[in-house]
């Protein structure tokens, strides 16, 4: 009987290891899935339109903050990517606290890499579609809506993997708090 009980009492943390390493990789499979389609949502926005007899072509090439954008997605993925095979060479051995601190950065850092990407872009776009009257600048995405459409879901998509990376911050930070000096 007493075996039965040492049992029982072994198995939570196991089954909750298992149920965070789950949790993790999902996280980090759907923060991959998002930035990969809003990257390839912005690399692909494009739109030419003729007003007034002048031919106006809008791609995300043309703005160094939709740049920026782009290639902060591309290093979200690609951080996505590196931490999904972290896990899955490190993760059957079991993570000890040290290595989820230094997941923790890595998380970190990804999140606000993206988190600032996406705060540029949203400022172009709520400029592009609303414009600045006291700097003279007039909406644009009343001429380019196709192309304003697309930024604006491919911003969206990438405030998404924003959440998800701020979750695995959250969890990381959480598991790393166990460190022993």
């Given at each position: 009987m007493e075996s039965f009980d040492a049992k029982n009492?072994?198995?939570?943390?196991l089954k909750c290891y298992k149920y965070l390493l789950g949790t993790q990789?999902?996280?980090?499979?759907?923060?991959?899935?998002?930035?990969?389609a809003s990257?390839?949502?912005?690399?692909t926005s494009k739109q030419t339109v003729t007003v007034f007899g002048i031919e106006m072509d809008a791609r995300y090439s043309y703005s160094p903050i939709f740049k920026f954008f782009a290639f902060a997605n591309i290093i979200g993925c690609a951080f996505s990517v590196m931490s999904l095979f972290l896990f899955s060479v490190l993760g059957h051995k079991g993570l000890e606290p040290k290595n989820y601190f230094y997941m923790f950065l890595h998380d970190l850092i990804a999140m606000?890499?993206?988190l600032a990407g996406c705060a540029a872009a949203t400022a172009v776009g709520y400029v592009g579609k609303y414009g600045e009257m006291h700097s003279g600048w007039m909406?644009?995405?009343?001429?380019?809506?196709?192309f304003c459409h697309k930024v604006t879901n491919s911003v969206m998509?990438?405030?998404?993997?924003?959440?998800?990376?701020?979750c695995l911050t959250i969890i990381s930070a959480n598991?790393?708090?166990?460190?022993?000096?």
């Open positions: 009492m072994q198995s939570p943390p990789i999902m996280l980090r499979i759907m923060a991959t899935a998002f930035t990969l990257t390839w949502i912005i690399l606000a890499l993206l909406p644009i995405c009343d001429h380019v809506s196709k998509l990438s405030y998404f993997a924003v959440l998800f990376y701020l598991q790393s708090r166990q460190i022993q000096v």
